[in-house]
């Protein structure tokens, strides 16, 4: 599925902190949640893992603000993402809630977000392996597997946690270097499932980030 920003679409030490405010019983609930896949299981078994925890039909809604290097607001848009039958629609809107027209090759408007950033489309790429440079990473204290997962001459390397399934961090390469970077810094458990709650995207060492906020996932 796309976006799971979404969904484009977890659970440890972030969804701790995401869930300090809800009954003390769910972050612990969460913490002992079977891992989703085996310690030995093959990146393809990881990749599909990840995919099970993205509803195949979904409407996605929350919004995307983007930030100077000064730390001042530039840009604000809520987004709507539907996904039925395979297919994936997304639309943007003002603050005012009128519609935005925009393209969905490179970047969204005056963001640093790409239609894959919201789509997660890249997660449905069919070349998968594990990264040659770091099979298994942690992040903050999070055991991850690192995939990397390529299209043509499009590459993402993800960051999956083992324990719960879900993309915790991803990179675009281009020639093997990192062009921009995609970063859940907080998780939320929508229905059954873990998701993204806030996303950065960014190039690297990019000091203030497009902010994308998951509100609703149905």
């Known amino acids: 599925m796309t976006a799971i920003l979404a969904a484009v ?10 869930a300090e405010s809800a009954p003390a019983s769910e972050p612990l609930a969460a913490l002992a949640e079977a891992p989703a896949f085996g310690e030995d ?8 893992a990840c995919r099970g925890m993205m509803p195949k039909d979904v409407t996605v809604r929350g919004h995307v603000n983007r930030r100077s290097r000064h730390g001042t607001q530039i840009a604000a848009y809520r987004y709507t993402l539907v996904r ?3 297919e994936t629609d997304l639309s943007l809107a ?3 809630g009128r ?3 925009f393209e969905k090759s490179g970047r969204l408007l005056d963001t640093d977000v790409t239609w894959s950033d919201l789509a997660m489309d890249f997660l449905w790429w ?9 099979e298994s990473e942690s992040l903050q204290g999070i055991i991850c597997k690192v995939l990397l997962l390529k299209k043509g001459d499009r590459a993402f390397r993800a960051w999956i946690d083992r324990r719960t399934g879900a993309m915790l961090q991803a990179a675009e390469l281009r020639d093997g270097k ?33 902010k994308i906020v998951v509100e609703d996932v149905k």
């Not at 679409?9 to 995401?18: D, G, I, R, Y």
């Not at 069919?126 to 770091?134: E, G, I, L, M």
């Not at 939320?188 to 990019?206: H, L, M, Q, T, Y």
């Open 99 to 101: 519609e935005v027209p």
């Open 9 to 18: 679409v977890l659970a440890a030490t972030n969804a701790v902190a995401e």
């Open 41 to 48: 299981a093959s990146a393809r078994e990881i990749l599909d």
């Open 178 to 210: 990192v062009v921009r970077e995609v970063f859940c810094t907080s998780l939320k458990k929508f229905g059954d499932r873990w998701s993204p709650r806030n996303i950065e995207v960014g190039p690297p060492g990019a000091k203030y980030r497009t």
């Open 126 to 134: 069919d070349d998968v392996s594990f990264d040659a440079d770091a």
């Open 94 to 96: 003002d603050k005012d």
């Open 84 to 86: 039925r039958d395979g």
